[in-house]
T-cell receptor, first 112, second 114 residues
């Protein structure tokens, strides 16, 4: 069965610093992987997704993620954090029939 | 742009009440989903629907039912609300059942059961 583990429920960075949010997955088939962002009091918005076309995936707002099969990882990065990046981030792996299995979420705080 | 709307942003109900949460999507999507979101647990799938009048149980269906009479509308029903159903409820839709399909989410309904 597919599963997702996000390491770190809270991550805090300074403005301008590198953002690294970790995601490891378990899947019995080649996975499709997603990162979603949730701003306060809003629904989830797709940041990026991996569908096997390229291992480095670029998303919105300067985020990107690299699929590493050998490490079963799909970590999310952004070179320079902005105050507006403060939000909760969810990694997800697709299951049969278009269902998603979500990780526990990581709350990102950005300090001025 | 895909738009998924939910009938209420905040809802307060009493234990034992029947509660209806409504979700509407405007992009002719085939699939619709209901999740609940709790701190530290991420999103958990309650029910989903691949077509009108079709429904499938997700991971935590107990205490919930759903209705999909029209393609654009998917309702979540709490037959007899309990305090442990206090949560954020998120609706989502996607075009097909392909595993690479993006799910589009509504803004959520924060339900408090007293």
């Amino acid at each position: 069965a597919q599963s997702v583990t996000q390491l770190g429920s809270h991550v805090s960075v300074s403005e301008g610093a590198l953002v690294l949010l970790r995601c490891n997955y378990s899947s019995s088939v080649p996975p499709y992987l997603f990162w979603y962002v949730q701003y306060p009091n809003q629904g989830l918005q797709l940041l990026l997704k991996y569908t096997s076309a390229a291992t480095l995936v670029k998303g919105i707002n300067g985020f990107e993620a690299e699929f590493k099969k050998s490490e079963t990882s799909f970590h999310l990065t952004k070179p320079s954090a902005h105050m507006s990046d403060a939000a909760e981030y969810f990694c997800a792996v697709s299951d049969q029939g278009g269902k998603l299995i979500f990780g526990q979420g990581t709350e990102l705080s950005v300090k001025p | 742009d895909v738009k998924v709307t939910q009938s209420s942003r905040y809802l307060v109900k009493r234990t034992g009440e029947k509660v209806f949460l409504e979700c509407v999507q405007d992009m002719d999507h085939e699939n619709m989903f209901w999740y609940r979101q709790d701190p530290g647990l991420g999103l958990r799938l309650i029910y989903f629907s691949y077509d009108v009048k079709m429904k499938e149980k997700g991971d935590i269906p107990e205490g919930y039912s759903v209705s999909r009479e029209k393609k654009e509308r998917f309702s979540l029903i709490l037959e007899s609300a309990s305090t442990n159903q206090t949560s954020m409820y998120l609706c989502a839709s996607s075009l097909w059942t392909s595993s690479m399909d993006t799910q589009y989410f509504g803004p959520g309904t924060r339900l408090t059961v007293l």
